[in-house]
């Protein structure tokens, strides 16, 4: 079994609506991540959680929210998706520690806002 | 600031070998990851570099150059499954907690 898995894989839906991607992780990480991919961009962090009561935001928040519900799970809501918000999404997760922080990527959300 | 360049697209032949560079502005750096991804797939870590000098892994093989903001990805022996998109990524902070990727290098491997 994956050790990072996000629900749904693919997702399409209408200007307006809101809509919640999931992340969950066995890996036993303290270290979430929510990152958006477009091409020629590169990845791009939306938020990242530290631990359960640890929430911050990255380079591009604005239009996102998230929720740590357990160490193991944290969710990514658009609010009222809007097309420029069509993008792939991981999530990922990281152990931390002082020897780098290798971060353990999900198999990725591939949203479309029409 | 904060900024990683690394060429968008590369092209190699199978059985060759291929180093993609990746200069970097991070302040307070700590260290110098590489991941692959294939296309629609997630991204993979192959390497993490924090001091200078040159890390081999089999047919993969990463340099760092603090001084000079300079890393670089070899790959030796290309072959067909090789073909991806290759990210470098910059960490800063305690326990590398601020990571910033590159736009990544596609590589086309060509028989």
């Known amino acids: 079994d994956a050790d990072v898995t996000q629900t749904p894989r693919n997702r399409i839906t209408k200007t307006g609506k809101r809509i919640m991607l999931e992340c969950s992780q066995t890996k036993g990480h303290d270290r979430m991540y929510w990152y958006r991919q477009d091409p020629g961009l590169g990845l791009r962090l939306i938020y990242y959680s530290f631990d359960v009561k640890d929430i911050n935001k990255g380079e591009i928040s604005d239009g996102y929210s998230v929720s740590r519900q357990a160490q193991a799970k944290f969710s990514l809501s658009l609010e009222s998706a809007i097309p420029n918000q069509t993008a792939l999404y991981f999530c990922a997760t990281s152990q931390g520690g002082t020897s780098g922080d290798t971060q353990y990527f999900g198999p990725g959300t591939r949203l479309t806002v029409l | 600031g904060q900024n990683i360049d690394q060429p968008t697209e590369m092209t190699a032949t199978e059985g060759a070998i291929v180093q993609i560079n990746c200069t970097y502005q991070?302040?307070?750096?700590?260290?110098l990851f590489w991941y692959q991804q294939h296309a629609g797939e997630a991204p993979t870590f192959l390497s993490y570099n924090v001091l200078d000098g040159l890390e081999e892994k089999g047919r993969f093989s990463s340099f760092l150059s603090r001084s000079k903001g300079y890393s670089y990805l070899l790959l030796k022996e290309l072959q067909m499954k090789d073909s991806a998109s290759y990210l470098c990524?910059?960490?800063?902070?305690?326990?590398?907690?601020?990571?910033?990727f590159g736009a990544g290098t596609r590589l086309f491997v060509k028989a």
């Open positions: 991070t302040s307070g750096f700590n260290g």
């Open positions: 990524a910059g960490t800063s902070g305690t326990g590398g907690f601020k990571t910033i």
